[in-house]
C-alpha cells in the first residue's frame, strides 16, 4: 500500500491511495472518512504526514473539512471554463459524467419583451419555451428554463426531448448543432435556492445556487436561442482564461 522507501514522498503516495479508494466506490461522496488517528495506524505514518495529505486533497477540492464533524468526501463537481463553448452534455461526457434529462414542460407561447429583445423578434411572435431538470450520476443539478424563437424550431413540439441533447435534436433537424458554429454572452450570479427550486434539486431552502444567463449567438450574429439555468452549488465550479473569447457553459 504504502512504500517507505519509496522516492515518492509518504503524503503523495497516502494522497493516491485516497484518491484510488474514491474512484473504486471504498469511498463514497458525502462519507466521513477515518479519523486522523485511523489513518496513522492504517498506514503506519505520522500525524504531520496525514496532515499534509489531507490538507492537499482539501485544496484541490476531493475532500472538504467540517469543523466539530470531521473530513468527508467532496462531491464530484463539474467543471467548466466559462471562456470556452461546450454543452452541459459534452462537458459530462468528457469528466465521465452519466447524464439524464427529465421534461417538465415544452410549450409554445407568446414572447415576452425580454424574449423579443434578446432574440430580436417581433411584438406578438411566439417562442418555445422548455422547462427541464438536468441529472449528473443521479443527482438533479440543473433546472433549465430555454427560450426560442417559435419560427425556426416550432418542430421541437413534436419531438421527445426525454432524456436527450437539446443540440443532437437540432443537429438532427437542421443538419447544424450550435456548438459548432456559436459563441454566448453571459451572466453568472449567486443566489439562495426558492422553496420550489430546492424541491427539484433536493436542496434545503436558501442553499446556495449559481444563475446562470446566456445568449447563444450564431457567427453571423443571429440569436438562437436564450436560457437560465439555476445550477445547484454543490455540483458546479468555474474557472477563467484569457486565450479564447467565446464565452459558456451552456446546456447541451
Known sequence: MIEHESAIPLYQQIENDIKQKIMTGEYQAGQMLPSESKFCELYQVSRVTIR???????DQGILIRRHGKGTFVENQKIT??????????????????????????????????????????????????????????????????VHLPYREYSFLLEEDLEDRSLYDTLEKRTGANPENYCH????????????????????????????????IISDVGNPIHWTK???????FKFYLTDTVNKLSINID
Open 80 to 145: 467548466s471554463n466559462l471562456v470556452t463553448f461546450s454543452g452541459f452534455t459534452t462537458t459530462c461526457r468528457e469528466n465521465n459524467i452519466r447524464i439524464n434529462t427529465h421534461i417538465l414542460c415544452v410549450r409554445r407561447q407568446e414572447a415576452s419583451m425580454y424574449d423579443i429583445r434578446t432574440l430580436q423578434l417581433e411584438e406578438g411572435d411566439d417562442i418555445i419555451y422548455i422547462k427541464r431538470i438536468r441529472y449528473a450520476d443521479g443527482h438533479p443539478v440543473i433546472i433549465e428554463h
Open 229 to 235: 439555468q439555476i445550477m445547484s452549488g454543490n455540483y
Open 184 to 215: 454566448t454572452t453571459i451572466c453568472l450570479e449567486a443566489s439562495g435556492a426558492t422553496p420550489e427550486e430546492a424541491l427539484f434539486l433536493k436542496l434545503q431552502p436558501g442553499n446556495p445556487l449559481f444563475i446562470l444567463k446566456e445568449t
Open 52 to 58: 499534509n495529505a489531507i490538507t492537499d486533497l482539501v
